[in-house]
C-alpha cells in the first residue's frame, strides 16, 4: 500500500521559532510537493521538488524554504514562523509511468502563537 | 488563465446516486483526479482519468469526462453515510511548471 507520511500531525509553536515539517513516501517518486490548505483559499502550492537536490517554487513560497537530500523525504521548513503561517500543511508525491497517480499525506496542523 | 470550479455543496439522501461536477480551463490537461477529504485528514486519492478518456468506472465510482466542455463529474453510486466529506476535483497542469491545480471542493453531505 502506497504511502505518504507526515511525520507530525499537530504542531504548536511560538512566533518567531524555526520549524521543520517532515514528509517521506515510499514509493520512490521523483515529484513531491509542499501545499497548503486554508478556508476559503483552498490549497495552494509552496514548493515542489522534482528530484534530489532540486526544488521549484510554487505560487506561495515566501517565508519557507525546503531540502530534499535523499529522494525519499522532502522537508518544508519556516526559517521564522508567523501567526499567518497557521494552516493546514500537505505534502504530496507523485510517480511516473500509469496514471502518474499523486497521493498526500495525513497533513500537519500547524499552530503559530 | 488556469481555474478549476466546482459546485460548494451537494445533500443527497442514501442509498441515491451523488452526481459532483467540475469544470476546468486548462485543455492541455493531462490528468484529471478525484480526491475525498474527511474532516481533520488528508487528500485521499479516489481515481483518476486520462485526458483521452470519456469514462471511467471504479466499483461504485463513475468518472465521465466531456474534455470539449472541459467538464468532469464523479457519480458515486448507492451513496452511504460515510461518503460524507468533502471532494476535490483536480487538473495536473504541465505548462509553466507542472502542478496540481485544485477546485474549492464539494461537500456531500450524506442523510437517512
Known amino acids: 500500500d502506497v504511502k505518504v507520511t507526515q511525520s507530525s500531525r499537530y504542531l504548536v509553536k511560538r512566533t518567531g521559532e524555526k520549524v521543520f515539517l517532515e514528509c517521506v513516501q515510499d514509493?520512490?517518486?521523483?515529484?513531491m510537493f509542499w501545499y497548503r490548505q486554508d478556508p476559503g483559499l483552498g490549497l495552494r502550492l509552496i514548493y515542489f521538488s522534482y528530484d534530489v537536490k532540486m526544488k521549484e517554487k510554487g505560487d506561495i513560497p515566501e517565508g519557507y524554504s525546503v531540502s530534499r537530500e535523499k529522494k525519499e523525504r522532502f522537508s518544508l521548513i519556516l526559517e521564522s514562523a508567523s501567526t499567518n503561517q497557521t494552516s493546514m500543511y500537505l505534502c504530496a508525491s507523485r510517480g511516473q509511468g500509469t496514471g502518474n497517480t499523486i497521493y498526500f499525506g495525513e497533513g500537519s496542523w500547524l499552530t503559530v502563537v | 488563465g488556469e481555474d478549476v470550479e466546482q459546485s460548494l455543496f451537494l445533500s443527497v439522501r442514501e442509498g441515491d446516486s451523488s452526481v459532483i461536477n467540475c469544470t476546468y480551463t486548462?485543455?492541455?490537461?493531462?490528468?484529471l483526479y478525484w480526491y475525498k477529504q474527511e474532516p481533520g485528514a488528508g487528500l485521499q486519492l479516489l481515481t483518476y482519468i486520462f485526458s483521452n478518456m470519456d469514462m471511467k468506472q471504479d466499483q461504485r465510482l463513475t468518472v465521465l469526462l466531456n474534455k470539449k466542455d472541459k467538464h468532469l463529474s464523479l457519480r458515486i453510486a448507492d451513496t452511504q453515510t460515510g461518503d460524507s466529506a468533502i471532494y476535490f476535483c483536480a487538473e495536473w497542469h504541465s505548462g509553466g511548471y507542472n502542478k496540481l491545480i485544485f477546485g474549492a471542493g464539494t461537500r456531500l453531505a450524506v442523510h437517512p
Open positions: 486548462d485543455s492541455s490537461s493531462t490528468y
Open positions: 514509493m520512490d517518486h521523483e515529484n
